[in-house]
């Protein structure tokens, strides 16, 4: 079984800078496909950053140049760094793992591909 606990989500203005991290507790399987999800009230949720086997990063057009997607290995934390926040930004994030995937820095795996989901941490972000 996989854990997976987020935190670092927060209430900042517009052109804000927060860091969310998800901390990996694993028992039986071991993880290297690991992405972050948000989602608004009455959304589906939607993929923001992976980082695949190979530690390729993947964003989505969206977020490029302000969001940054890492993992510290040794430390089993997944890191999203997100700068130049917007109000567009504010939702709830979430982390997600995988035993494996890969992306070949273009594909995004779907959210079904991803069977382990942390709690969420919410971010909001004010004009």
């Known amino acids: 079984q996989v854990q997976l606990v987020e935190s670092g989500g927060g209430s900042v203005q517009a052109g804000g800078t927060l860091r969310l991290s998800c901390v990996v507790s694993?028992?039986?399987?071991?993880?290297?496909?690991m992405g972050w999800f948000r989602q608004a009230p009455g959304k589906e949720r939607a993929v923001v950053a992976v980082?695949?086997?190979?530690?390729?990063?993947v964003v989505i057009d969206s977020v490029k140049g302000r969001f940054t997607i890492s993992r510290d290995n040794a430390k089993k934390t997944l890191y999203l760094q997100m700068n130049s926040l917007k109000p567009d930004d504010t939702d709830m994030y979430y982390c997600?793992?995988?035993?494996?995937?890969?992306?070949?820095?273009?594909?995004?795996?779907?959210?079904?591909?991803?069977?382990?989901w942390g709690q969420g941490t919410q971010v909001s972000v004010s004009s």
């Open positions: 694993e028992y039986r399987a071991s993880v290297t496909c």
């Open positions: 980082i695949d086997s190979d530690d390729t990063p």
């Open positions: 997600a793992a995988a035993v494996w995937c890969r992306t070949l820095g273009t594909n995004i795996p779907p959210q079904r591909a991803f069977p382990y």
